[in-house]
């Protein structure tokens, strides 16, 4: 799509695919694990789900084409300073907008990390909890539950964010992040479509299919304790 057109391809699909993936994974863990017991099996499918999308994004972040990689849209406080002051950021994340994905992915993938070795003490554990000594346990389970706040509060500021720019500024961010597209005016001229088609597919699905063995590796690893009264 041409910058001539109405509209820009900005977002490629993988990356719009693992955004509302995580979303229904991150909704699926804190319900799930809210409603508890039997519940709490998906939990652990909803919460390993998040850790292979966080480990996919950040594989993303170097593989994947122009917007989404981590050197286009990580950028130091100078240019946060000058976004703040009124320069026009680039297509893709503004420079203040890419902190706070840095800080969702640390703290989501934090959570998701931390779970594999948390446990409830009654039937639900992470696949890793009996790898280490409960000292390292019991802190891994504390720190996945208060991060529950740092959690909740991070997305709450990316709703706030998203909701500021739509009725301040009157940009239309969360129609880009479903259709991949940005309208020609709200970018700086000349701005390239990002890559998204069967190559950029093939590839995400190759680095996705690693991540999943990777993920179904680590939950291969629980050890089983014994149940039996014998
Ligand atoms: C569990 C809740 C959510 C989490 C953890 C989350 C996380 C993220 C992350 C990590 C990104 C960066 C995308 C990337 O480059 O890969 C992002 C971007 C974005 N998210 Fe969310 N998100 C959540 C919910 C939502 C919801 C409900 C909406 C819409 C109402 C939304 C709208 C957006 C938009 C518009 C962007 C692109 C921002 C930009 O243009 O720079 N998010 N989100
Ligand atoms: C990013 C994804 C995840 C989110 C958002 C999440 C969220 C939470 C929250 C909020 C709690 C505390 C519930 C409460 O005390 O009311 C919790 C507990 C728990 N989570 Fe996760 N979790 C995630 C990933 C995981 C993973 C990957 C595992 C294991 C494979 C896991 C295993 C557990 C266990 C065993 C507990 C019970 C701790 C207890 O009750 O003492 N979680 N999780």
Redesign the pocket.
Known sequence: MQNSRLAVRIWDLPTRAFHWTLVV??VG??VS??LGGLY?DW??R???T??GLILFRLLWGFFGPRYARFAHFVRGPAAVARYLKGAAPPAGHNPLGALSVLALLLV?GF??VS??F????IM????LFGHVNEATASAM?SW??LN?WV?IGLIALHLAAVAWYAVVRRKRLVRAIITGNVDAKDIPPGTPPTQDGLAIWLRALLLGACVTGLVLWIRSLEVMSDMSFS
């Open positions: 994974c991150i863990a804190f694990v809210k709490m939990h652990v909803f919460g390993c998040a850790l989501v959570q998701a779970g594999l948390a446990t409830d003490d639900t554990q992470g696949p389970t996945h539950k529950e959690i």
